[in-house]
């Protein structure tokens, strides 16, 4: 079936360098492509988003570039903050409005 | 500010009980998911409705069912809990793009 992997698992970076999370999805037909950060006992929250029709969007500190050729899509968070610390999911719209969810990515930025 | 509010943060419940979870949302969405989080395996779909009374199956909704009588909530029933349902779960409403999440229930089943 249709799914969404995300790599990697986990990612430790010093306070200052840069992370970047990237995901693959199989459903050529995906059009839209969302990122969420779940902070410890919180809810996924959206962060930033990218539709099909263009190839990279950037809102202050993080960035979405999409792939289309290739299926694949990445988060880069520039000058990492502790605060920044927290599980990060991709998704892919494969129908409707349903989402296929990666795995996570804890991310830990050592002060 | 969009709210969805799932009526309780933590249960424990014991194996063959009948178990509800609600979820409200006060943001006149069409569309509402539940899914359970569970450690390795990301978010996972149990049910959707895209409109009232309307519901559709998910990747995983053996031994759940659902229930929307109102557009605002969206109630998760596990008719006879057992120990494998043991979650994270996590309902959210979409209007077109993305979800708003609630704050999540951690069930316990023993």
């Known amino acids: 079936g249709e799914n969404v992997e995300q790599h990697p698992s986990t990612l430790s970076v010093q306070e200052g360098d840069s992370a970047v999370i990237k995901c693959t999805y199989s459903?050529?037909?995906?059009?839209?492509f969302p990122w969420y950060k779940q902070e410890l006992g919180k809810r996924p929250q959206l962060i930033i988003d990218?539709?099909?029709?263009?190839g990279e969007k950037k809102d202050q500190r993080i960035a979405v570039t999409l792939n289309k050729t290739a299926k694949h899509f990445s988060l880069h968070i520039t000058e990492t903050q502790p605060e920044d610390s927290a599980v990060y999911f991709c998704?892919?719209?494969?129908?409707?409005?349903?989402?296929?969810f990666g795995t996570g990515t804890s991310l830990t930025v050592i002060p | 500010d969009v709210k969805v509010t799932q009526s309780s943060r933590y249960l424990v419940k014991r194996t063959g009980e009948k178990v509800f979870l609600e979820c409200v949302q006060d943001?006149?969405?069409?569309?509402m998911f539940w899914y359970r989080q569970d450690p390795g395996l990301g978010l996972r779909l149990i049910y959707f409705?895209?409109?009232?009374?309307?519901?559709e199956k998910g990747d995983i909704p053996e031994g759940y069912s659902v229930s929307r009588e109102k557009k605002e909530r969206f109630s998760l029933i596990l008719e006879s809990a057992s120990t494998n349902q043991t979650s994270m779960y996590l309902c959210?409403?979409?209007?077109?793009?993305?979800?708003?999440f609630g704050s999540g229930t951690r069930l316990t089943v023993v």
């Open positions: 990218i539709r099909s029709n263009v």
């Open positions: 459903d050529s037909a995906s059009n839209y």
């Open positions: 998704a892919a719209r494969y129908t409707g409005n349903q989402f296929y």
């Open positions: 943001m006149d969405h069409e569309n």
């Open positions: 409705s895209y409109d009232v009374k309307m519901k």
């Open positions: 959210a409403s979409s209007l077109k793009f993305g979800y708003t």
